[in-house]
């Protein structure tokens, strides 16, 4: 009896062990709609109207706030990276988004 008992409950553990859920992916389609969201956020200045005043990456900041909440951390590190490359060459090439406040 005590026997029956015991693989009666390895058998309620292979039943559980089976429904768990594997590790969850994410589609590439939104890993490349996220890689160019942020892209764009790093594009994204803000200049006061001062004549000789530098902008300022708000968009950098706002991006690091939100890649911060990404739960893989090898996509965090792209997207880390994916800002710091926008945002350095909005800055040197004529691209992006300023936005100018008077």
């Not at 390895?10 to 890689?35: G, H, Q, W």
């Not at 530098?54 to 939100?66: A, E």
């Amino acid at each position: 009896m005590i026997v029956e008992h015991v693989s009666i409950s390895n058998m309620a553990n292979i039943k559980i062990a089976s429904k768990r859920k594997s590790p969850s992916t994410e589609k590439d389609t939104l890993f490349f709609l996220k890689v160019i969201l942020y892209f764009v956020l790093g594009c994204l200045w803000l200049q006061f109207s001062k004549i000789n005043s530098v902008p300022i990456p708000v968009g950098l900041v706002f991006g690091i706030l939100l890649v911060a909440h990404e739960h893989f951390q090898i996509d965090r590190k792209i997207e880390y990276a994916v800002l710091l490359i926008a945002t350095v060459l909005s800055f040197i090439a004529p691209i992006g988004f300023v936005l100018k406040i008077s």
